[in-house]
């Protein structure tokens, strides 16, 4: 049996990670619950899964969480508040493992917490590698923790890894593991077909839909914008030692193929699963085992005639060139662009700036933003901090 702490179990990465646990709760349970402050979900999941420790970020919430728990008759669960419990909850010795789902930049301190305490993170906050990836990846290293990437792209690299490269992710050259270059694939979002005339009266509602997967609303417009893709090319930057000439994005309206793998002595290596989060998320839990897992359908092998693939237009996708070029300037830049966008999304989900505004916003910030590249969290945490005053005062520009 291995124990967990899921850091954003309220998500739908943690909601993922809960299923996969109740389908094998002979090889897993769930030690620890963190979440920011959402009480009914956090509450229903307490009484299903019946961990020891439960964590809201807000105080506020945490209360309302204790009061529910102890109505419902759970006196054994421990309910705790703030980010200080999140990180012992995250290095607590009772853990085997750590999911790190908390979206945005509030998961970089439980999940360094983790990483810290040497145990097996499965990573799905993109943000972590996006603001420090080789600060983090070096620390992972020196702690000796063990790091899986979720995101179902990296998970799908990763798998057609050789074993030497995945035991030493982040510390191998491609080259040195026989690969010439990396493709990540991208379905484009829900927009990739609209004029673009028509995305500035595109609203919240739209944005939040997704063409295959089930996300939450800020991951969903960063699909849209597909500033995700972004995210994604510099977290595959960190996470596999890749230079710039070794990564290459595809268009895959269909998410079927998560990636690909080229290598040096003319084999590709494809992987192809059902848009399920639930897969790569079982993946790493039993890694480097597998185990069997229900899904709500397979893939129809008699359909892959069908795949469609092609290149990627940048001109449609400003955030996702704004991202390489943050990536290819400095750690400090991509710090910024991480924090611009948060606030952007937030402010165009909040109806305050259009859908267009977006990398309008980033563009700015990272204009106008020029610090030194972090030596610490602390650092990292002081630039975002910089970053997201800049972006907030031109979204009341904007308004």
Avoid at 180 to 196: C, D, H, M
Avoid at 261 to 274: E, R
Avoid at 384 to 398: G, H, L, V, Y
Wanted: hydrophobic share 45%; charged share 20%; with cysteine.
């Amino acid at each position: 049996m291995q124990s967990l702490t899921i850091l954003g179990s309220t998500g739908s990465i943690g909601k993922a990670t809960l299923s996969v646990i109740q389908q094998h709760t002979d090889k897993f349970f769930v030690h620890a619950l963190v979440a920011k402050d959402n009480v009914s979900v956090m509450t229903e999941q307490c009484i299903t899964l019946n961990p020891k420790y439960a964590c809201l970020i807000y105080e506020e919430a945490a209360r309302i969480l204790k009061k529910n728990l102890i109505t419902a008759g759970k006196h054994g669960i421990e309910v705790l508040s703030g980010v200080v419990n999140a990180c012992e909850l995250a290095a607590i010795d009772d853990v085997d493992m750590v999911m790190s789902a908390i979206v945005g930049i509030a998961g970089l301190k439980p999940t360094f917490a983790a990483l810290r305490a040497g145990k097996k993170i499965l990573l799905a906050n993109k943000e972590t590698l996006v603001v420090c990836g080789k600060f983090f990846m070096k620390e992972a290293k020196r702690y000796s923790a063990c790091i899986l990437p979720i995101d179902s792209e990296h998970n799908a690299i990763f798998q057609n890894l050789p074993v030497i490269c995945q035991r030493n992710v982040g510390h191998m050259s491609l080259s040195e593991c026989g690969i010439s270059r990396i493709v990540l694939t991208a379905s484009g979002g829900i927009f990739f077909k609209e004029p673009q005339e028509k995305l500035t009266k595109i609203t919240p509602e739209q944005a939040c839909i997704h063409p295959n997967w089930s996300m939450g609303h800020k991951i969903s417009v960063d699909s849209a914008t597909m500033m995700n893709k972004g995210l994604e090319y510099i977290e595959a930057r960190h996470l596999f030692n890749a230079k710039p000439n070794e990564i290459e994005i595809l268009l895959h309206p269909q998410s079927i193929v998560h990636a690909m793998v080229y290598y040096t002595d003319g084999n590709v290596l494809a992987h192809l699963a059902p848009p399920d989060m639930r897969i790569p998320i079982a993946y790493a839990m039993a890694y480097p085992d597998r185990i069997g897992l229900k899904i709500l359908s397979n893939i129809n092998i008699h359909c892959l005639n069908k795949l469609h693939f092609e290149q990627l237009d940048n001109r449609r996708y400003p955030c996702l060139q704004l991202a390489i070029e943050a990536d290819n300037c400095s750690q400090a830049a991509t710090i910024v662009l991480n924090a611009a966008n948060e606030i952007a999304v937030e402010a165009f989900l909040n109806r305050m700036i259009s859908f267009t505004t977006i990398p309008d916003i980033i563009r700015c910030a990272l204009e106008e933003i020029n610090l030194k590249d972090p030596d610490d969290v602390e650092d990292i945490l002081y630039i975002d901090r910089k970053a997201r005053e800049k972006a907030i005062s031109m979204c009341n520009i904007c308004k």
